[in-house]
């Protein structure tokens, strides 16, 4: 069974930093195209980053030189590093992969950024 545990999150202060990462488990990790997707109050939840199994990563542009996804398929984890954050960038952040037809995704976890 395919299984996804996030952690990391927290409160932190506008400018400040925060890594998140995502422990898989329950299938072949390494072939997987991994994701972070954010959802904030009242709002969609949206994608904010992926990792191909080739280590390729794409952004929003919201996030774009701030943010980078990475992977270490050694121990089956992906990683989040948060720069600059900003108080937009407030929201549970869940981690997530696609897998034999199906959406997967970890309880998530809460970022806070004050101002």
């Known amino acids: 069974q395919v299984q996804l545990v996030e952690s990391g999150g927290g409160l932190v202060q506008a400018g400040g930093s925060l890594r998140l990462s995502c422990a898989a488990s329950g299938m072949i990790f390494r072939t997987k195209t991994m994701g972070w997707y954010r959802q904030a109050p009242g709002k969609q939840r949206e994608l904010v980053a992926t990792i191909t199994s080739g280590g390729s990563s794409n952004y929003v542009d919201s996030v774009k030189g701030r943010f980078t996804i990475t992977r270490d398929n050694a121990v089956n984890m992906v990683y989040l590093q948060m720069n600059s954050l900003k108080p937009e960038d407030t929201a549970v952040y869940y981690c997530?992969?696609?897998?034999?037809?199906?959406?997967?995704w970890g309880q998530g976890t809460q970022v806070t950024v004050s101002s």
């Open positions: 997530h992969v696609h897998f034999n037809w199906s959406d997967y």
